[in-house]
């Protein structure tokens, strides 16, 4: 008897992965303590675990690499990180590498998802945080 492909017998079909790369993009967005969480996981196991592997291989660092679109600050260049006051989640400072971030307040460079993240963290914003 011939056997089934796709997804009824467990084969994953490229129009599978298509819709799971785009549900997890989605879930990057939107659900970052979700991510978060899912990302602190080393005991995944199923379905959780290809989300986890597509996020960290794929997802995040096609992600950090974009562009900010976020101007310096101080000098009006593209900016390519940003510090945030951790006693002030809400105030976020942009930069270009040859500019120096102001020194007022305890700052924290953002370059990343996984910094984006571990501020949320520290400012106590972790849950309430969603892409606009």
């Not at 991510?35 to 290809?50: C, E, I, N, P």
């Not at 009006?76 to 590498?97: E, F, K, M, P, Q």
């Not at 501020?119 to 849950?127: H, K, S």
């Amino acid at each position: 008897m011939a056997s089934k492909g796709g997804a009824a017998s467990g084969a994953t079909t490229s129009g599978d992965m298509q819709a799971l790369i785009f549900s997890v993009k989605q879930l990057v967005l939107a659900q970052p303590d979700y991510v978060q969480w899912l990302l602190s996981r080393v005991d995944l196991k199923g379905r959780a675990a290809t989300v986890h592997a597509k996020i960290c291989k794929q997802l995040l660092p096609g992600f950090d690499r974009k562009p900010l679109t976020e101007r310096c600050n101080q000098c009006g260049r593209r900016a390519v990180y940003g510090t945030g006051c951790i006693n002030n989640s809400r105030l976020l400072y942009w930069w270009c590498d040859e500019c120096y971030p102001y020194s007022t307040g305890q700052l924290f460079e953002i370059r990343t998802y996984r910094h984006a993240l571990h501020f949320a963290e520290l400012c106590g914003v972790a849950g309430l945080i969603t892409a606009t």
